[in-house]
C-alpha cells in the first residue's frame, strides 16, 4: 500500500508543472499593470515588450516594491547587487538607478 501511495505521488509531483503550462492554453502569456507590456514564454524567463509604457512607468518614479508588483518578473538589479555579465536581449533584467528617497528614477536593460 505504502509503495503505490509513494508512486502516485511521484507521479503528481512531476505532472504538476504540464498541468499548469497546460492551464495558459499557449506556449505564451502577457501580464503587467501597464498595458500587457511583460511577455512570459512558457519557459519562465519574461522581459518587457512595451517600451513606452515602461517608460512612463519608470518615469513616475515607483517604489522598488510597485516596480516588483508592475513587472514581476523582470529581475531587478539595485546599485551595489551582484549581477553576472551575460548579455541579454530580451529586457529581463533592468539595472535601476535609486534616489536617496529609494525610488526608482532611471536605469537600463542589460
Known amino acids: 500500500m505504502e509503495k503505490m501511495i509513494r508512486t502516485a505521488l511521484v507521479a503528481l509531483l ?3 508543472p504540464l498541468a499548469a503550462t497546460a492551464q495558459t492554453g499557449s506556449s505564451q502569456t502577457t501580464r503587467g499593470v501597464h498595458g ?6 512558457a519557459g ?7 517600451l513606452v509604457s515602461f ?3 519608470i518615469a513616475g518614479r515607483p517604489t522598488i516594491s510597485a ?5 514581476g518578473c523582470v529581475h531587478l ?9 551575460e548579455l ?3 529586457n529581463s533584467r533592468y539595472f535601476a538607478e535609486v ?3 529609494g525610488r526608482i528614477v532611471g536605469g537600463y536593460f542589460q
Open 55 to 57: 517608460a512612463q512607468f
Open 44 to 50: 519562465g524567463s519574461c522581459g518587457v515588450t512595451d
Open 14 to 16: 512531476m505532472a504538476a
Open 99 to 101: 534616489d536617496s528617497f
Open 36 to 41: 500587457g507590456g511583460v511577455l512570459v514564454p
Open 77 to 85: 538589479v539595485l546599485p551595489g547587487d551582484f549581477s553576472t555579465r
Open 67 to 71: 516596480f516588483q508588483a508592475a513587472y
Open 88 to 90: 541579454r536581449s530580451d
